[in-house]
């Protein structure tokens, strides 16, 4: 159980372009659903936490305009990269917290992103 | 501050040799405490997590972690590596009351024949 998945697992875009990723708890309704961006050979770093029908909340120093976070329902949340620019690529994991039980983060196997 | 440290950035083991990795926090309370497992280019695997009870926690893969109040301490030890161990392990802590995940900086782990 507490299955996260995300789409796409890795994505090429060109510089200016936006780029959509998907976050999905398949077995599990995720109150809260987080996004971490992960540098190379660097720990997870939050960028933003989103409640189900709620506006995000960004972390210091995250371009909200820049990383547009939906929360739709309680299974999906999507990251939107707008008008990405070769400095974003990195590597995003998605994350989320049940309904239920002891708190945890469940996580996604995160979306290599690329821009060229 | 909540914080969470892990104080070796690499470790290198021979294979069969047992392993532990260090983990220590700065919270106000007694929170949950996670450890996660990283392959180059993947997602983050749970390796085992404590709650509550005992604290001595055993996950999967032979891994098991002792909670240690008095030090503030969650090391994750194995008592004989494999080749396949060979990652990057993340310490977490958890707000038993909130969505606060604390995540620390990691430690990789090489592993040599």
């Known amino acids: 159980g507490a299955v996260v998945s995300q789409h796409p697992s890795w994505v090429i875009c060109k510089s200016g372009t936006s780029v959509k990723i998907e976050c999905r708890s398949l077995d599990f309704q995720a109150t809260t659903m987080f996004w971490y961006r992960q540098f190379p050979k660097q720990s997870l770093m939050l960028m933003a936490t989103s409640n189900e029908g709620s506006k995000a909340t960004y972390e210091q120093g995250v371009e909200k305009d820049k990383f547009l976070i939906n929360h739709a329902s309680l299974t999906l949340s999507t990251l939107t990269v707008t008008s990405a620019h070769p400095e974003d690529s990195s590597f995003y994991i998605c994350?989320?917290?049940?309904?239920?039980?002891?708190?945890?983060?469940?996580f996604g196997p995160g979306t290599r992103l690329t821009v060229t | 501050a909540q914080s969470v440290t892990q104080p070796d950035i690499h470790i290198t083991v021979s294979e069969g040799a047992s392993l532990e990795l260090r983990c220590n926090y700065s919270y106000g309370a007694t929170p949950y405490l996670f450890w996660y497992v990283q392959s180059p280019g993947q997602g983050l695997q749970l390796l085992l997590k404590?709650?509550?009870?005992?604290?001595l926690v055993q996950g999967i893969k032979g891994f098991e972690a002792e909670f240690k109040r008095s030090q503030s301490s969650f090391n994750l030890r194995k008592p004989s590596v494999h080749w396949s161990d060979a990652a990057e392990y993340f310490c977490a802590v958890g707000a038993r009351t909130g969505n606060q995940f604390y995540f620390g900086t990691g430690t990789s782990l090489t592993v040599i024949p």
């Open positions: 404590y709650f509550s009870g005992d604290t």
């Open positions: 994350s989320a917290s049940s309904t239920s039980g002891p708190y945890e983060q469940y």
